[in-house]
Structures are given as C-alpha cells and as structure tokens.
C-alpha cells in the first residue's frame, strides 16, 4: 500500500521530466520552423506550449492493530471506565501539502468517551467525535504512525460482559 504512494510520486515526476523534455523540444523547432517559412516568403508564426502536472492528493489509513472486541469486567463496571493499552495502532500514508485530520469517534453506546493516550495532542473521542490535525513538510509522500492507549469511560449503568470495539478511526485531507 505505502510503496505505491512512492510510485506514484515517482511516476508523477517523471512525467513531469517528460513533459518539460517535450516542451523544450517543440520551442526548439519553433525557430527552425520560422526561418524556413521566412525563406519561403510566408509570414512567420509563433508556437506556445501550456502544460500543467497535477498529482492526485493520497491519502490512505491503515489499521495495524485495534481490538475488535472490548471486554468488561465486573471491577471496570464499577470503577466506569476501562484501560487499553495499545489499544489502537493506524498508518497513514499522505502527500497532500496541508496535511490531514484524523477523525476519532465513540460508535458503540458501552463508551460515553474514549481519551487516547500516548499522541502529542490529547484525543477525546465522543459521540460527536474528536479531530486531529497532521501538518506535512515538503518533500515525498509521508507515512505517519499513530499508536496510543485509551481509556473507556463506559456510560451509566454498563454491566459487565464483552461489546464491540466502541471507537472508529477515519482520516480526511485537511
């Protein structure tokens, strides 16, 4: 998955390289072209080339590891919250210049919210959810893991047993 963001990264420069190879060769002839219509009595013309390279915004979330179950204990009933360490592992494979938001979100009524330990930038992961913002310096594609604990907070009156994994992670380009 990642080797291709670095192939199209390569692919995108080297058509870069082809494109300004085909420009340079068409404004060379350019003159060419003139003389031999100047010598022939035509008028002379004049050649201009516009091209543009876009390269496609990637973007792609990787999940590593996370739990598809949550388990309960009857002492984490009571306590109202539950530890997970590692909890959570995501790559994340961009080229976008701005970066992107990584978007946390509770999806399962056994967690009222989810606070994700071990990221530079708390995370608070709720019904409405909770976003944080990647930058990304100049150059290739970057891959970016994240890997954090969360703690649980279970809502009221959660009784013991196993539920699914309550938290999604999704990523958009800033």
């Not at 179950?69 to 592992?89: F, N, Q, T, W």
Request: hydrophobic share 50%; with cysteine.
């Amino acid at each position: 998955m990642i080797a291709r963001c670095e192939s199209e990264s390569a692919l995108a420069r080297a058509l870069s390289r082809a494109a300004a190879a085909a420009a340079v060769a068409i404004l060379a002839a350019s003159p060419q072209m003139a003389s031999a219509a100047q010598a022939s009595g035509e008028r002379s013309a004049s050649v201009s080339l516009d091209f543009v390279v876009r390269i496609p915004v990637v973007l792609k979330l990787r999940s590593v590891r996370q739990p598809a179950l949550l388990s309960v204990s009857p002492e984490d009933a009571v306590r109202g919250y539950v530890d997970v360490d590692g909890a959570i592992a995501v790559e994340i494979a961009f080229n976008a210049r701005q970066g992107f938001r990584l978007r946390l979100q509770a999806v399962h009524p056994v967690a009222s919210a989810v606070r994700f330990r071990g990221v530079a930038t708390p995370l608070h992961a709720m019904v409405e959810g909770d976003e944080l913002s990647v930058m990304r310096l100049a150059g290739d594609p970057t891959v970016t893991t994240l890997n954090a604990g969360a703690r649980i907070t279970l809502a009221p009156g959660t009784a013991p047993g196993t539920y699914p994994w309550p938290v999604a992670v999704a990523a958009n380009a800033s």
